[in-house]
Nanobody
Framework: QVQLQESGGGLVQPGGSLRLSCVAS??????MGWFRQAPGKEREFVAA???????YTADSLKGRFTMSRDNAKNTMYLQMNSLKPEDTAVYHC????????????????WGQGTQVTVSS
């Protein structure tokens, strides 16, 4: 059984930065992803990363969001810079996609999420 635990969320002012972490336990994880969900909206793809570190980021977030991983620690990260109020959402990490990386329906495992609020 895989368990994913996110951390690092919080309240930040517009233009600020946060780094989210996702620690995985239970088995070796290969491709993993970050998604976010704002109130009243569908879950949205943020980024995905392969075991070797290759990344795929949503076009609208490129240049501000960067995903990375430390396989020795079974941890992946999401560095978020130049945050905007519209980035406010619960951010979830996910593992084992079975289809397109951007499709949340294809992921087998999910963390509980961490709240990110961007507000002055």
């Amino acid at each position: 059984q895989v368990q994913l635990q996110e951390s690092g969320g919080g309240l930040v002012q517009p233009g600020g930065s946060l780094r989210l972490s996702c620690v995985a336990s239970g088995r070796t994880l290969y491709t993993m992803g970050w998604f976010r969900q704002a109130p009243g909206k569908e879950r949205e793809f943020v980024a995905a990363i392969s075991w070797t570190g290759g990344t795929y980021t949503a076009d609208s977030l490129k240049g501000r969001f960067t995903m990375s991983r430390d396989n020795a620690k079974n941890t992946m990260y999401l560095q978020m810079n130049s945050l905007k109020p519209e980035d406010t959402a619960v951010y979830h990490c996910a593992a084992f996609p079975k289809g397109p990386l951007s499709d949340p329906q294809g992921y087998d495992y999910w963390g509980q999420g961490t709240q990110v609020t961007v507000s002055s």
